[in-house]
């Protein structure tokens, strides 16, 4: 068994890439950029602060959707999940008169399993991630965020509530009035995620929620640093696209913890890291207020419907970051 598979193996480290990503919106922007780049030369930070414990289970919602969706396997209705899998597990729990809130499938499970196995084996959380997405075929690196657990809780008026039980068994109805990252200053970024942010061509934010997804990833402590040293270009792709959410409770989010729901919003989240943003053509119209941020714009289609999509959007944000000054050496895209 190899465990040293999430080291970035590209030779010239000006060609590589990272991106940030949270679940489902950043995964496919994570499965284009992986297609139009050459073999190991993407590296994905991903969030790991929505972990939890289920079953007894380790459960990383968030490295297994972008893993899934690397390997082709992911579930196309959901985003997250397996492609074809089936809930008798779930079925069983139920007859045990046990609440299945959140959907586990029979393949699924096994990718738990096997984590929390390594895991009880004394690997890391990004050694484990390593076997598990190699053994899937993955062709990028698959980096959690850090190796220390974190856990996003969220502050509502029906009191402080664990991320999951937000989003999944509440269904994200509560209003949230804020955010916290248990155990974040025990945290820091892993010797694999220093080197991948380090000497790389381009740091892409993926539209994943700025708060919840990217938020906890930029949280680490020593990881805001690593991302301003970093010689390379840096851009996000705005998850706003006119006023809503491309998925999920970003836009309430954004809008009862105050900030504007907007690409504006966004890029003042990110000020100060940021050297463009990419924004959908239906907010073109704020290009001119996010100049005045000192943050380059570019206008695009941003919603990914189809594999076509997400490597149009991934073409296109490799061009801009090559307009701010990068180096980047595409291939040839599979479809
Ligand atoms: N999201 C849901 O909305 N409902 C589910 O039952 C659910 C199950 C689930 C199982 C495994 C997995 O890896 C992800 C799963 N997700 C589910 C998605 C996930 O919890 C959230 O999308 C992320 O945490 C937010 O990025």
Redesign the pocket.
């Known amino acids: 068994m190899r465990f040293d598979d999430s080291k970035p193996k590209t030779q010239n480290p000006k060609l590589r890439i990272a991106a940030l990503a ?3 919106g950043g995964a496919k922007l994570a499965h284009g950029l992986q297609a139009v780049l050459p073999p190991g030369a993407l590296s994905v930070v991903v969030n790991t602060a ?1 972990d939890f414990k289920l079953w007894g289970l380790h ?1 990383s ?2 490295l ?2 972008v893993m899934y969706t690397l390997a082709g396997v992911a579930n196309p209705q959901t985003g ?2 397996l492609a074809g899998d089936t809930w008798r597990a779930l079925d069983m729990l139920t007859q045990y008169g046990r609440d299945p809130w ?3 499938g029979d393949m ?1 499970l096994a990718t738990h399993v096997l984590r929390t196995q390594l895991r009880h084996e004394g690997r890391t959380l990004t050694e484990a991630t390593a076997n598990l997405a190699s053994s899937l075929g993955v062709r990028s690196h698959l980096l959690p965020m850090c190796d220390e657990p974190v856990e996003t809780l969220v502050e509502t008026a029906e009191g402080t509530l664990n991320f ?1 039980d937000y ?2 068994r509440r269904r994200h109805a509560d209003t949230v009035t804020g955010v916290t990252f248990e155990g974040i200053d025990s945290a820091r970024p892993t010797s694999a995620v220093s080197e991948a942010l380090g000497e790389v061509a381009a740091i892409v934010f993926c539209p994943s929620n700025p708060i919840v ?1 990217i938020g906890p990833i930029l949280a680490v402590p020593g990881m805001l640093g690593l991302i301003e040293r970093s010689r390379s270009v840096k851009v996000a792709v705005s998850p706003i696209v006119g006023g809503a959410a491309l998925k ?1 409770p970003a836009a309430d989010m954004l809008h009862t913890l105050g900030h504007e729901v907007s690409p504006v919003g966004v890029a003042s989240l990110y000020a100060g890291l940021l050297d463009g943003i990419v924004i959908d053509r239906v907010d073109a119209a704020l290009a001119p207020r996010i100049e005045e941020l000192g943050i380059r714009v570019e206008i695009t289609d941003t919603i990914m419907n189809s594999d076509a999509d997400r490597q149009a959007l991934a073409e296109t944000v490799l061009h801009f970051c090559g307009t701010l000054g990068a180096h980047i050496e595409m291939e040839r895209a599979e479809v």
């Open positions: 949270g679940g489902v929505d459960i919602p968030d297994d959707t997250w999940g959140f959907r586990v699924d999951q989003f999944v997804s999920g």
